[in-house]
């Protein structure tokens, strides 16, 4: 279950304009319908491309890389990346680019410093493998490990202004204190920024 799909919903303005990248199955746009958005999405995976196709959403064959050279400046208003910062080779440019293309971002990573993490890394000794980090340290595809205090760190140094941020934990336990100390107990966080004004 998507419970971050909720958040996006709720914090994406009715008759904007959205790009989704990595958009996979096209779930997040075909949501954002009901708010009349005007939504495309870059998805590299075949399958996924079809099921958007099938959905009838607008999405275009793209793999991330650097820079998303073919959208002028603030041609959206929001650009959106769920589950897919900490994949990209250059994260710090792709951020970059998404305020660039638009004048809003939102983008949802998962906290590699959350409890459950550094107890598999503390008593196992082995890199952490979790619900929300299901993979082998061989077979991940997560490059970029990024815990809540090292993006907010990276969001001051970029001067980027955090509009809204909620932390999600599906962990019982973590619940009553993923916002008291997001960084140990968080599992998922979803942040919704902005280029500060000089």
Not at 129 to 142: D, G, Q, S
Not at 168 to 197: C, G, M
Request: aromatic share 8%; with cysteine.
């Amino acid at each position: 279950m998507r419970i971050d799909l909720d958040i996006l919903e709720q914090w994406v303005k009715p008759d904007s304009r959205v790009l989704d990248l990595g958009c996979g199955d096209g779930s997040l746009l075909a949501r954002l319908k009901n708010k009349n958005v005007t939504g495309y999405g870059l998805e590299n995976d075949p399958e996924q491309i079809q099921l958007c196709v099938e959905k009838g959403i607008g999405v275009i064959e793209k793999t991330l890389d650097r820079e998303l050279e073919d959208f002028g400046d603030q041609s959206f208003d929001t650009v959106i990346m769920t589950f897919a910062l900490q994949v990209m080779q250059h994260p710090d440019i792709i951020l970059d680019e998404m305020l660039r293309v638009g004048r809003e971002c939102i983008v949802t990573i998962p906290n590699f410093g959350n409890l459950q993490a550094r107890i598999a890394l503390m008593f196992g000794g082995k890199m952490p493998v979790t619900k929300r980090l299901p993979y082998e340290w061989y077979n991940t595809p997560n490059i970029h490990f990024c815990t809540v205090a090292d993006f907010e760190s990276f969001c001051r140094s970029r001067n980027y202004k955090v509009l809204n941020r909620k932390m999600i934990s599906l962990s019982p336990l973590n619940q009553p204190l993923k916002d008291v100390w997001p960084n140990l107990f968080a599992e998922t966080s979803v942040y919704h920024l902005t280029r500060q004004q000089p």
